[in-house]
């Protein structure tokens, strides 16, 4: 009986686990700010930036998210950079850490390894934070899959501008973003084949049209 408990116990452990490995995401992003000597040990790392060691705080200042859209860029180096969109609380985060850390660095971490940093210079109110080097193609792919394009990211209110915090208003942006990607392929395509048959396309300029009220005013 002691020995069908204890089966029962670890099968439920390892479900649990395979479960939480199940749900946990594929690209995990961290930014961190800059710490110093004065910090207790527990609470800060180093990392060799530009040639010097550079100590950091472990608990970022926002983090994969915190994040609602992406934008990817090829870097200069061959690799991949993004521009990330963060959500009201990365957006505030990210406004307090560079307006009161001029000078000092951020640096970029994706699935644990360092990516990119960079120096702040004055502060970022818009929300958008970017990752200038360092990513893989595969990573790149994986952001596509589970975020919208900045550009296709609406606010979660008709009445001001506020861009998705909670889970269920990013999973709504990134629904809403799939749809309208679908519906405008689908557009495209069949505009495509009416051209193809040569016959008129209703979405396509006209140019400047003159009233036809107006032809027969001045003949």
């Given at each position: 009986m002691r020995f069908l408990t204890a089966l029962?116990?670890?099968?439920?452990?390892?479900?649990?686990?395979?479960?939480?490995?199940?749900?946990?995401?594929k690209v995990m992003i961290t930014v961190h700010s800059q710490g110093s000597e004065m910090d207790s040990p527990k609470t800060i790392f180093r990392r060799p930036v530009a040639g010097r060691t550079v100590i950091f705080k472990i608990i970022p200042e926002?983090?994969?998210?915190?994040?609602?859209?992406?934008?990817?860029?090829?870097?200069?180096?061959?690799?991949?950079?993004?521009?990330l969109k963060l959500d009201f609380s990365g957006t505030n985060e990210l406004d307090l850490v560079t307006r009161t850390r001029r000078g000092e660095m951020l640096m970029s971490m994706v699935n644990g390894v360092v990516v990119d940093a960079v120096q702040v210079d004055q502060p970022v109110t818009d929300g958008i934070f970017t990752i200038w080097r360092?990513?893989?193609?595969?990573?790149v792919v994986e952001l596509e899959k589970k975020y919208p394009p900045i550009n296709r990211v609406k606010s979660s209110s008709e009445f001001i501008d506020m861009t998705p915090s909670t889970r269920k208003e990013?999973?709504?942006?990134?629904?809403?973003?799939?749809?309208?990607a679908k519906a405008k392929a689908a557009k495209e395509k069949e505009a495509a084949k009416r051209r193809a048959r040569g016959e008129f396309d209703p979405e396509t300029p006209a140019g400047?049209?003159?009233?036809l009220g107006e032809l027969l005013k001045n003949p």
């Open positions: 029962l116990a670890l099968t439920a452990c390892g479900l649990t686990a395979c479960s939480a490995l199940k749900n946990e995401p926002f983090s994969h998210e915190n994040v609602v859209a992406v934008h990817p860029f090829p870097a200069d180096d061959g690799t991949q950079g993004v521009a360092g990513l893989s193609d595969e990573v990013k999973s709504q942006a990134r629904q809403q973003a799939a749809r309208e400047e049209l003159v009233p």
